[in-house]
């Protein structure tokens, strides 16, 4: 059953899948920087932006997400789930995800920001030449 509303459920599991994306993002950024790349800056300048795109977000998710009074707790995980506690004006609700489930979540939203970031690049590449 259901206790939070559609509308803030999705604020809040948005609100922490992104937050893991944004660290996916800073640890590949340290790996490649640390990496046997030959040409780095591209890459990190890229994972750079969309980690900065991603912390914007966040952070006016955070701002909504207080003014609902809405938080993202972690209960549990091991190697196959992870369990969080959403809590919304004493309401609450346990959600359990499966970690792979989890790793495809992140993984569309930092394709979401790779397709924001790469297309206002090329707008600014275009512009430029």
Do not use: W
């Amino acid at each position: 059953m259901s206790y939070l509303n559609k509308e803030e459920l999705q604020l809040a599991t948005r609100f922490l899948f992104l937050s893991m994306a944004i660290i996916v993002l800073e640890q590949d950024a340290r790996r490649i920087r640390q990496g046997t790349f030959k040409i780095k800056e591209p890459y990190t300048e890229l994972l750079g932006k969309m980690a900065s795109m991603a912390k914007n977000e966040r952070r006016d998710l955070r701002k909504r997400m207080s003014q609902q009074d809405i938080q993202v707790i972690t209960l549990n995980q091991n190697e196959t789930f992870s369990s969080y506690l959403f809590l919304c004006n004493g309401r609450e609700e346990q959600r359990n995800y499966f970690n792979p489930a989890i790793r495809k979540k992140v993984e569309v939203i930092i394709r979401e920001l790779m397709e924001t970031a790469l297309g206002s690049s090329r707008h600014y590449a275009s512009a430029k030449a």
